[in-house]
């Protein structure tokens, strides 16, 4: 079936860049998508990206996904205390609604 | 009252109780979705009502029974829950035909 995984943790300085990395199987994805959930709260969609695309910008946020080696990265700039939570990847897929597949989340820790 | 709202946000219950869970969206989708996140698990999909009508039944017990009166509400009633059904309860929703999905803050349930 469907499997989507990251790694469990990252920590970095703020200032730096962070990369949260995600490989994903199913193929016949159409959207994959990053969330951000902050301790005691629901999941914030953070952006996503068209499974014919390469990139996507949105501000301090850069989506790369390799469709060949089915891998997607987050890239944070300039990355702030604020950033740090869990990062989860998802797919889609499935007709008449949408059927989201997760991984099981990266804590990503900021320190100052 | 924007977006998706849950409540109550946390809830504590012995085995023998019956207590419910409410979703509401404020908008205008027409797709809902009920998920369990547990510790150290990817968030899994339970229920999914698509124009009021559950069109996904991801082997969920029985113990767990969903009701979606109209697109804007959804309910998760539980009876005889077991502690391992303790976890975060998350609800989400979409337009059927569109990408992206929405969630709440979730209800922390305890069962003791």
């Known amino acids: 079936g469907e499997d989507v995984e990251q790694s469990l943790f990252l920590s970095v300085r703020e200032g730096d860049s962070s990369v949260i990395n995600c490989t994903y199987t199913?193929?016949?994805?159409?959207?994959l998508y990053w969330y951000k959930q902050e301790p005691g709260a629901g999941l914030q969609l953070l952006t996503y990206i068209f499974s014919n695309m390469d990139m996507k910008q949105d501000q301090r946020l850069t989506v790369l996904l390799n469709k060949k080696d089915k891998h997607l990265s987050l890239r944070i700039a300039d990355t702030q205390t604020g950033d740090s939570a869990i990062y989860f990847c998802a797919e889609s897929w499935g007709t008449g609604f949408q059927k989201l597949v997760f991984g099981t989340g990266t804590r990503l820790l900021v320190s100052p | 009252e924007t977006g998706v709202t849950q409540t109550p946000r946390h809830l504590v219950m012995g085995m023998t109780n019956k207590k419910s869970l409410k979703c509401e969206q404020h908008?205008?989708?027409?797709?809902m979705y009920w998920y369990k996140q547990s510790a150290k698990k990817p968030l899994e999909l339970m229920f999914v009502y698509s124009l009021e009508e559950r069109v996904e039944n991801n082997s969920v017990p029985s113990r767990f029974s969903p009701e979606c009166p109209n697109s804007s509400h959804l309910f998760l009633h539980l009876h005889t829950l077991q502690p391992e059904d303790s976890a975060l309860y998350l609800c989400?929703?979409?337009?059927?035909?569109?990408?992206?999905?929405?969630f709440g803050p979730g209800t922390r349930l305890t069962v003791l």
């Open positions: 908008l205008g989708h027409n797709a």
């Open positions: 989400a929703s979409s337009q059927v035909t569109a990408d992206t999905q929405y």
């Open positions: 199913d193929s016949s994805s159409t959207y």
